[in-house]
T-cell receptor, first 115, second 113 residues
Framework: GAVVSQHPSRVICKSGTSVKIECRSLDFQATTMFWYRQFPKKSLMLMATSNEGSKATYEQGVEKDKFLINHASLTLSTLTVTSAHPEDSSFYICSAVPGGRGPQHFGDGTRLSIL | AQRVTQPEKLLSVFKGAPVELKCNYSYSGSPELFWYVQYSRQRLQLLLR??SRESIKGFTADLNKGETSFHLKKPFAQEEDSAMYYCALPRGAMDTGRRALTFGSGTRLQVQP
């Protein structure tokens, strides 16, 4: 079945560091990928929609200069958390839809901890 | 604005007991609803979508437009059903594949032996 791979699965770093998270569709092409954020014991909240070859669409309240998204190919979207601070600590999850139709497939998520 | 409500944070039942995980939604238009499940240390995965009207792992869910509900049911719970369950609704009016999901807050199902 369709697989979405996310890397790394866990990041622990100092405040002020920039962190890049990769989301890959392993056996299908994805013109659109989605990035979600999940706080402990909370639901997933959409951060942005990543569009191959064009700018990402950010949700209200999400700083585009803070969370840089690059969808350079049909199988890879990256989320860079720039100058991360402790309040950016969270669980980040990406998803994509094989063939642009049907349900979304999710990555394993990346747990980001900023000290 | 569309919304998905899961009123129960935790549902604890004994093995063999019936299960109903509640989900209510608000959406202007014809909704398409999903149930996703997240087992311990695993990724979120699709359990059911209402348009397929199928039963997966013994779970069923019926869309009730009058009550704006999409409750998840299973007649006899198993221990392996213990997981986090999320009800979800695609955002906007575009083709499903281009739309992100609005998730409910999730319900943790604990099935005790």
């Amino acid at each position: 079945g369709a697989v979405v791979s996310q890397h790394p699965s866990r990041v622990i770093c100092k405040s002020g560091t920039s962190v890049k998270i990769e989301c890959r569709s392993l056996d299908f092409q994805a013109t659109t990928m989605f990035w979600y954020r999940q706080f402990p014991k909370k639901s997933l909240m959409l951060m942005a929609t990543s569009n191959e070859g064009s700018k990402a669409t950010y949700e209200q309240g999400v700083e585009k200069d803070k969370f840089l998204i690059n969808h350079a190919s049909l199988t890879l979207s990256t989320l860079t958390v720039t100058s991360a601070h402790p309040e950016d600590s969270s669980f980040y999850i990406c998803s994509a839809v094989p063939g642009g139709r049907g349900p979304q497939h999710f990555g394993d998520g990346t747990r980001l901890s900023i000290l | 604005a569309q919304r998905v409500t899961q009123p129960e944070k935790l549902l604890s039942v004994f093995k063999g007991a019936p299960v109903e995980l509640k989900c209510n939604y608000s959406y202007s238009g014809s909704p398409e609803l999903f149930w996703y499940v997240q087992y311990s240390r695993q990724r979120l995965q699709l359990l059911l979508r209402h348009i397929s009207r199928e039963s997966i792992k013994g779970f069923t869910a019926d869309l009730n437009k009058g009550e704006t509900s999409f409750h998840l049911k299973k007649p006899f719970a198993q221990e392996e059903d213990s997981a986090m369950y999320y009800c979800a609704l695609p955002r906007g009016a575009m083709d499903t594949g281009r739309r992100a999901l609005t998730f409910g807050s999730g319900t943790r199902l604990q099935v005790q032996p």
